[in-house]
Every structure is written in structure tokens, then in C-alpha cells.
């Protein structure tokens, strides 16, 4: 953390807006005080921001609740849904379907993990899908939501929860949090960095009006440019491309048919999959795709065609190459968000891993001797972070049956990372999900792609034998009536949402 040795305030340049800057900005304004620190952010009207991310996982909850935010107030005014977890469509093989929902499947029994009594069910046919025993599966397709309950008897506390929302609402809401905490913004384009002769720091940056704006620290949220961390100090990228094909995404919005599902659905296609989240106002929808294996205008037209009522814009076409920044903090310039890395929308992991390194960044904040320690710290915590992102969303695309296109032979055949690897082995051998320290999807993720793509364990834990046959069928019947019952209680979707006043008022005219 700053050492406080140094009297004047670490000056923060943060060189973006979006997303990333502003979720930047206002958590530093949040947790630094001014003596400590003060932030600028300069951003141009002129050059648009992705906001396609609006689909996210439970840790922005922290977030949110980190800078006091109003969970009804934000909703409405960002337009939000709540989200239990993300359907996957077609992935393992065509007409299978699952959710990668956010909490737990069934309980513990007899000291052994709900998964193991599960496989020995299903190897002798006495068990239907996991998902069965998953309260945020069951109310997701139920189309009901209320909030967890606190407590750890009820099986509504089995799960969390994350939200749906306009990310380009979310910067705005972000950015008038910040302004009122003395974030300073200035509105214009970069169009010089100046660096230090000697150290190679940067210096300062002058602006398209002439200003030259001088700083200690520079966060880059400038997007996939990463203006500062590749264009001025040429941090290098290291590419996944190979393992993560899909490097290109058609997005476009239409009007809401049907009522508001509480899940993000992801739809495997030819080569590559569509995205549809449900807001308040539209459900955003998107194809992403790759290149090497079908057209720009085929994947636009695919897009088009599989749409729930009329797009309401015209499609918005994003290029991207699947990888990260081989440092992500250099010298003193730290990128967040797309500047320093990119892997791709599935699994909701951008804003995320945003907020990751805004944390870390907060953990290891310099001062204006910038001792190289921070930064190794710092670029070892993201590697290791963005590595186990990487290898989950390759397990999307490798664990499949799929043989009905290019796009699928390949992913189907292709070498994966000797991590992905250990950890599909060491689970097929017996249902074992290795355990990391740093890494944001736990067992119950895993668990949910493993087995939602047709990965069994050859074996289950033979602990679970303490159960006999006639007990196990019992306890598997007694937690999946008590998550029924506990479904059936609660409220339709849109119902919670009014009840919270968390509809806008556009949603509810």
C-alpha cells in the first residue's frame, strides 16, 4: 500500500472512460482519500466504448456494496435484470441444454461432496441431470428470483447471484459517483505520450486542445489500442488464439418478447455461439465468431435470423485477439479491462476481471518510488488469474461431441494447456476438481460444464458407499423436494423487481 511518506497526493491519471475507467475511478475515489491521492480521468465523446458487457457474476455485488451503492436504485437506473447463472444451448452436443448456475449443487452427505453420491446415482441410472439438485437452476427455469436467505438451514442460501445490466448506463452511474468525490474528468482525445529519457516512465500525455497533462501513475482503460501499456511501452501480447478461435463478434439489440429470465443464455452455433441477455429495456444479443471458419456477413445473417422480435439498431461488429498484455503493469502504467487482455464474452468475465485489478492495483498501490515489487506482484496475480479464465472457457469448447463443422473438429481435437489438461484428467479419473488459490470459477463451475458436457468421472469417491443404495435414493429425493418447495415459494422475476423498486420507470410504463 502507499507508504504515506511523501506529502503531496500520488497524482492518478486514468487514460479512458467505459467500464473500465470509470469502475477504476470510482472505486479509487472510494478508498483513497485526497491527501493520499488524486484522480483525473480523460476520455473522448468521440470514440465509442464496447458496452457489450453487460453480463456479470456475483463478485460485482461486492463491488457495488464496496462503493454504498442503492442495489434498487442502481438496478433502475442501469435498466437491470438479476441474473442466477447462464444457460449453455448445443455445447456439448446439439439439443442438450444446462446452466452454469451461481451456487451449489445439493449438500454434503455422510462427509462427502454432493457431486460423488451424484455419479454413483447416475452410473446405474437412478439419477437425472445435476441440475436437478441446483436451487438457482430450478428458479432460473422457473423464471422466479428473490434475494439468498441468511440462513445456512434454508436451501435458499445455497445460492448467489449477479446482474444483467447497460454497461454503458453502469459507467454513467459510475461516473457521477466519482465526480462527486473529486474525480476530475477532462473531455478529448490522446495524442502524444511523452516518456522519460532515462527511466522510460511515462511523463505525461497532451491532449488533441494542446494540454499536457502530467501524472505519477497511469492507468490505461483506453481498450483494445491499450494507448499506454503496448503503444508507448510496447508490453508485448501473447496471443491464445489458437486455443480460444473465436476472434470476432457481431452485437446488436432488440425489443423484450416474453418475460424477463433471470439467466443469460449462450447458444453454441456453426462456429462460434450467441449471446442473449435480458434488461429491463431490450435484450442485448450477439454472435461471436471466428473468422478463420465462416464470413463476416454469414455470422451477421446468423445473427439476424435467430433475433426474438426486429433489431432495434443496426448490428455493431467487434474485432478482438484472444490473449492478455505479457505485462500488465509496466514501469508505471497499469492497464485495466480491454487494454489488458481480452479472452472473450462467454462466462461474463470482463468486468471481473476488471474489478480484480482494480482490487490488486488498490492492494499494491505505489509510491513515487515505485518499488518493482508491486509490479511483479501485481503482473504474477493477473497472469495466474487470466491463465484460469483461459482454461474454463477452452473447457467449453474442447469438452464436446460436437463433429458437425470445422469450427467443432477443431476445437474437439485440438492440444489444450497441460493445466486444462491435468485438471479434465484428474477429475475423469475420480470427479476430483483441483484446487487453486487464485482463480474465480470454483468447484460448483466446473462441476456444472464438466457434467453439462458429458465429462463423468470413470469412478466416484467410494467414501460415498457409507451410503447404501435404498439411503442415498432417499437423500437425493428429500433435497430435490426441498428445493422444489423452496422454488415454488418465491416470486416471479418481474414480480421482484416491482417489489423492490428496482424497475425503471421505462420497464414498468
Given amino acids: 500500500m502507499h507508504s504515506g511518506q511523501s506529502h503531496q497526493p500520488l497524482r492518478i491519471l486514468i487514460v479512458g472512460g467505459g467500464t473500465a475507467g470509470w469502475?477504476?475511478?470510482?472505486?479509487?475515489?472510494?478508498?483513497?482519500?485526497?491527501?493520499?491521492?488524486?484522480?483525473?480521468?480523460?476520455?473522448?465523446?468521440?470514440?465509442?466504448t464496447v458496452g457489450v458487457g453487460e453480463a456479470t457474476?456475483?463478485?460485482?455485488?461486492?463491488?457495488?456494496?464496496?462503493?454504498?451503492?442503492?442495489?434498487?436504485?442502481?438496478?433502475?437506473?442501469?435498466?437491470?435484470?438479476?441474473?442466477?447463472?447462464?444457460?449453455?444451448?448445443?455445447?456439448?452436443?446439439?439439443?442438450?441444454?444446462?446452466?452454469?448456475?451461481?451456487?451449489?449443487?445439493?449438500?454434503?452427505?455422510?462427509?462427502?461432496?454432493?457431486h460423488q453420491h451424484w455419479v454413483r446415482a447416475h452410473r446405474s441410472g437412478r439419477a437425472g441431470p445435476i441440475g436437478d439438485w441446483s436451487l438457482p437452476i430450478l428458479a432460473a427455469r422457473a423464471g422466479r428470483f428473490a434475494h439468498p436467505d441468511e440462513d445456512p438451514a434454508s436451501?435458499?442460501?445455497?445460492?448467489?447471484?449477479?446482474?444483467?445490466?447497460?454497461?454503458?448506463?453502469?459507467?454513467?452511474?459510475?461516473?457521477?459517483?466519482?465526480?462527486a468525490r473529486d474525480v476530475v474528468r477532462s473531455e478529448g482525445r490522446v495524442v502524444d505520450v511523452a516518456l522519460n529519457g532515462e527511466s522510460g516512465f511515462v511523463e505525461s500525455v497532451t491532449m488533441q486542445n494542446g494540454e499536457?497533462?502530467?501524472?505519477?501513475?497511469?492507468?490505461?482503460?483506453?481498450?483494445f489500442r491499450g494507448l499506454l501499456i503496448e503503444q508507448a511501452l510496447e508490453a508485448g501480447y501473447e496471443s491464445w488464439a489458437h486455443w480460444l478461435p473465436c476472434d470476432r463478434a457481431w452485437a446488436v439489440p432488440c425489443p423484450t418478447a416474453g418475460p424477463l429470465t433471470p439467466y443469460t443464455r449462450a447458444t453454441a452455433h456453426a462456429a462460434g455461439w450467441f449471446w442473449r441477455i435480458p434488461l429491463q429495456h431490450r435484450v442485448g444479443n450477439g454472435h461471436v465468431y471466428a473468422s478463420a471458419f465462416t464470413s463476416d456477413e454469414g455470422a451477421r445473417d446468423a445473427l439476424l435470423d435467430q433475433l426474438e422480435a426486429e433489431p432495434a439498431a443496426e448490428p455493431r461488429q467487434l474485432r478482438f485477439v484472444p490473449g492478455k498484455r505479457r505485462k500488465q503493469w509496466s514501469k508505471n502504467v497499469v492497464s485495466i479491462g480491454l487494454a489488458s487482455g481480452f479472452l472473450e464474452p462467454l462466462e461474463s468475465t470482463s468486468i471481473h476481471l476488471i474489478q480484480l485489478a482494480i482490487g490488486y492495483l488498490v492492494d499494491y498501490l505505489p509510491d513515487r518510488g515505485f518499488d518493482p515489487m508491486n509490479e511483479t506482484e501485481f503482473n504474477r496475480i493477473m497472469a495466474l488469474e487470466y491463465e484460469r479464465v483461459r482454461d474454463f472457457l477452452i473447457l467449453h469448447y474442447h469438452a464436446t461431441e460436437r463433429d458437425d463443422s470445422p469450427f467443432?473438429?477443431?476445437?474437439?481435437?485440438?492440444?489444450?494447456?497441460?493445466?486444462?489438461?491435468?485438471?479434465?484428467?484428474?477429475?475423469?479419473?475420480?470427479?476430483?476438481?483441483a484446487q487453486y488459490r487464485e482463480g474465480m470459477f470454483l468447484d460448483a463451475s466446473w462441476l456444472a460444464v464438466l457434467f453439462g458436457q458429458g465429462v463423468i468421472p470413470?469412478?466416484?469417491?467410494?467414501?460415498?458407499?457409507?451410503?447404501?443404495?435404498?439411503?442415498?435414493?432417499?437423500?437425493?429425493?428429500?433435497?430435490?423436494?426441498?428445493?422444489?418447495?423452496?422454488?415454488?415459494?418465491?416470486?416471479g422475476h418481474e414480480v421482484f423487481l416491482q417489489r423492490i423498486g428496482a424497475l425503471s420507470a421505462a420497464a414498468a410504463a
Avoid at 213 to 223: K, N, P, R, T, Y
Avoid at 459 to 488: K, T
Fill in 458 to 491: 470413470r469412478r466416484y469417491d467410494p467414501a460415498s458407499d457409507r451410503l447404501d443404495d435404498e439411503r442415498l435414493a432417499l437423500e437425493l429425493a428429500r433435497i430435490r423436494e426441498a428445493y422444489d418447495r423452496a422454488v415454488q415459494a418465491l416470486p
Fill in 212 to 223: 499536457r497533462v502530467e501524472a505519477d501513475l497511469f492507468v490505461d482503460c483506453s481498450g
Fill in 57 to 114: 457474476v456475483p463478485h460485482i455485488r461486492f463491488f457495488n456494496t464496496r462503493l454504498g451503492f442503492d442495489e434498487a436504485d442502481f438496478m433502475a437506473r442501469t435498466q437491470a435484470t438479476f441474473k442466477l447463472g447462464i444457460e449453455f444451448c448445443n455445447w456439448g452436443r446439439k439439443g442438450d441444454a444446462y446452466i452454469h448456475p451461481f451456487g451449489a449443487f445439493g449438500e454434503d452427505l455422510a462427509g462427502v461432496p454432493f
Fill in 23 to 48: 469502475m477504476t475511478a470510482a472505486a479509487l475515489s472510494r478508498v483513497l482519500p485526497p491527501n493520499v491521492a488524486s484522480i483525473r480521468l480523460v476520455e473522448s465523446e468521440q470514440i465509442g
Fill in 408 to 433: 467443432w473438429n477443431y476445437c474437439r481435437s485440438m492440444e489444450i494447456p497441460d493445466s486444462l489438461a491435468y485438471r479434465m484428467e484428474l477429475f475423469r479419473e475420480r470427479g476430483v476438481v
Fill in 155 to 179: 436451501p435458499l442460501s445455497t445460492y448467489s447471484y449477479a446482474y444483467q445490466f447497460d454497461a454503458t448506463l453502469y459507467a454513467a452511474y459510475l461516473r457521477s459517483f466519482a465526480e
